[in-house]
């Protein structure tokens, strides 16, 4: 059974710095693509950053420049996939799922992040 396991939620000032993790149970070679969605209060689930084993990277418009989701293709040895989040803003708050894809589709419990100061 594959399981994500999301890590790295908190609150922080605007303006700071997170890292989230996502700990796979086995290697994160097994994942097609490996993505980052979030949930705000009130608000849809919305994509954040995805990673593919062929090396391809892309971000939300509203996080580009600022988040940096981990390469897959060039880690898929390890069993975690992070990502950075540098100049956060009060609307990066909410909760993060950490997303993979391999015959089926399979999502962490997620991690909250908080955004205030």
């Known amino acids: 059974q594959v399981q994500l396991v999301e890590s790295g939620g908190g609150l922080v000032q605007p303006g700071g710095s997170l890292r989230l993790s996502c700990a796979a149970s086995?290697?994160?070679?097994?994942?097609?693509?490996m993505r980052w969605y979030r949930q705000a209060p009130g608000k849809e689930r919305e994509f954040v950053a995805s990673?593919?084993?062929?090396?391809?990277?892309?971000?939300?418009d509203s996080v580009r420049g600022r988040f940096t989701i981990s390469s897959i293709s060039r880690d898929n040895a390890k069993s975690t996939m992070s990502l950075q989040m540098n100049s956060l803003k009060p609307e990066d708050t909410g909760v993060y799922y950490c997303?993979?894809?391999?015959?089926?589709?399979?999502w962490g419990k997620g991690t909250l992040v908080t955004v205030s100061s």
């Open positions: 997303y993979g894809h391999t015959y089926e589709d399979y």
């Open positions: 086995g290697t994160i070679s097994r994942f097609n693509v």
């Open positions: 990673s593919t084993s062929g090396g391809r990277i892309n971000y939300a």
